[in-house]
């Protein structure tokens, strides 16, 4: 996949256009901290943020972004939906505290979170939402093949976005392709796996061998495989360094390298098993 740019978009499944990178917020503190880091992403020319009403910086994203100077249509804005709320039937309350919380006009993808007991239902309610007009396009985020059957099966408005862990120890390849051939664009967590990719030889000699960081040496391994990314930082050399992965592409060979460290191995929670 040659992206050539940080402003170039994806078309997602309803013609709402997301950005292929992005910067995510997960730990980012609420305050001075996110609203750094989303100023400095933003004047690093990215153009989408992920923040979540579970970071707990929801606030923070929308000051940023309101204080940027730049036209709101051009800034792409996700958040989720938490587990509890969910469970608990407060999918629409909640989301109208995270809209809050954010003071947008709108929000351009609302996910949810983890696929909770009775997603089905809650996806009622982001269909709810969505034809409300306050969200551009609704997905899910940590699903896998059985439960996209399950909600696809359901919906009157298909998921346009599956956010999962996707990293060189978690290819996930057929749930890629089972998504690609519904429309669902995915989008990676976690792509540098909680840092760990910094010790993998296998990405140090191609990093080496393009003149590149192992940071952006992964990053670009997951656009070329059609994923959006959106790799999380505060430091704003690592937002800039991160950001800098447009001017390169990884041969066939190198990818089938970064490919061949698949072990099928989660850092985060497996979504058919997790308790939070």
Not at 18 to 30: H, Q
Not at 37 to 60: H, P, Q, S
Request: proline share 4%; with cysteine; glycine share 6%.
């Amino acid at each position: 996949m040659a992206v050539k740019s940080i402003s170039e978009r994806i078309t997602l499944n309803n013609n709402v256009k997301m950005p292929w990178f992005g910067l995510g917020v997960f730990l980012s503190r609420e305050g001075r901290e996110v609203e750094q880091a989303v100023r400095w992403a933003l004047e690093c020319g990215y153009r989408l943020i992920d923040t979540a009403a579970m970071y707990g910086n929801e606030k923070g994203v929308g000051k940023a972004i309101r204080e940027s100077g730049i036209r709101r249509k051009e800034i792409f804005v996700t958040t989720k939906i938490w587990n509890s709320d969910m469970r608990s039937g407060r999918t629409i309350a909640a989301f109208e505290e995270s809209f809050s919380r954010l003071d947008l006009e709108y929000v351009d993808l609302l996910l949810v979170h983890w696929p909770v007991e009775g997603f089905i239902h809650v996806w009622k309610d982001f269909e709810t939402i969505y034809q409300s007009g306050r969200v551009k396009a609704i997905g899910v985020s940590n699903f896998l093949k059985h439960h996209l059957e399950s909600l696809l099966s359901a919906c009157q408005i298909p998921p346009a976005v599956n956010q999962i862990e996707f990293h060189p120890y978690l290819r996930q390849p057929e749930l890629l392709q089972y998504c690609e051939s519904k429309g669902i664009h995915i989008q990676a967590w976690s792509p540098l796996m909680q840092g760990r990719i910094l010790r993998i030889p296998e990405i140090q000699r191609t990093a080496e061998r393009v003149d590149k960081t192992k940071v952006q040496v992964v990053l670009r391994w997951d656009l070329q495989h059609g994923v959006a990314t959106i790799p999380k930082s505060s430091n704003k050399d690592r937002i800039r360094s991160n950001a800098d992965i447009f001017d390169f592409e990884l041969s066939g060979e190198d990818m089938a390298l970064l490919d061949g460290l698949d072990r099928n191995q989660r850092f985060g929670e497996h979504p058919d098993h997790f308790n939070f």
